[in-house]
């Protein structure tokens, strides 16, 4: 499952590009710093998106799922699941585990 954070905490990360299998027009991976942790994204459409499973295991890992889950309600954070193709690309970026 993604998530998208554009705009939302205005943080100017630090972005680096993988050059994966992906083709020209579908998406591309790469990895942005926020609070000193490097998380893998697909730029979906012009929108990075954030695996779900990283940024609770990394970035937001003493806070309570629930708490998540209501903050992302109220901040209107959007969720979607991955197709196949993306759920291989994070993992070879080492944004899921295998």
């Known amino acids: 499952m993604f998530l998208t954070c554009e705009g939302t905490f205005g943080i100017v990360p630090t972005t680096m590009d ?5 083709r020209p027009g579908e998406f591309h991976a790469g990895y942005q710093e ?3 942790i490097n998380l893998g994204y697909l730029q979906i459409n012009g929108t990075q998106m954030f695996a779900l499973a990283q940024v609770l295991s990394d970035l937001f890992k003493d806070i309570p799922r629930t708490t998540i889950s209501k903050k992302m309600e109220i901040l209107k954070i959007k969720s979607r699941r991955c197709d196949l193709q993306e759920l291989r690309t994070l993992k070879a970026i080492n944004s899921v585990p295998t």
């Open 18 to 22: 993988y050059n994966g299998e992906a």
């Open 34 to 36: 926020i609070e000193g």
